[in-house]
Nanobody, 110 residues
Framework: QIQIAESGGGLVQPGGSLKLSCVAS????????MMWWRQAPGSQRELVAR??????TFYHDSVKGRFTITREGENTSHLQMTDLKPTDTAVYYC?????WGQGTEVTVSS
């Protein structure tokens, strides 16, 4: 059974940066597709960034140029977030090959 653990959320001022991390355990084959989603209060969950093992990436239009998804080893992903805006406030969820983490809260506020 694969388990997902996220870390790195918190409170940050507008213009600040945060780095989220996600580690999958219990998987000896490595992760093919690593994704980060987010869900703001009253909104649907949306895909923020995706990275595949073959090297392709996807970013939501609202985060292009500000967020970067990276892979570390076979089971870890990071989401580097810069120039954060209040509209980035949400619970961020990691999904590795269909397995969800519990979510980590990001609040952007002065």
């Amino acid at each position: 059974q694969i388990q997902i653990a996220e870390s790195g959320g918190g409170l940050v001022q507008p213009g600040g940066s945060l780095k989220l991390s996600c580690v999958a355990s219990g998987n000896s084959l490595g992760i093919n597709i690593m994704m980060w989603w987010r869900q703001a209060p009253g909104s649907q969950r949306e895909l923020v960034a995706r990275s595949t093992r073959v090297g392709s990436t996807f970013y939501h239009d609202s985060v292009k140029g500000r967020f970067t998804i990276t892979r570390e080893g076979e089971n870890t992903s990071h989401l580097q977030m810069t120039d954060l805006k209040p509209t980035d406030t949400a619970v961020y969820y990691c999904n590795h090959d269909g397995y969800w983490g519990q979510g980590t809260e990001v609040t952007v506020s002065s």
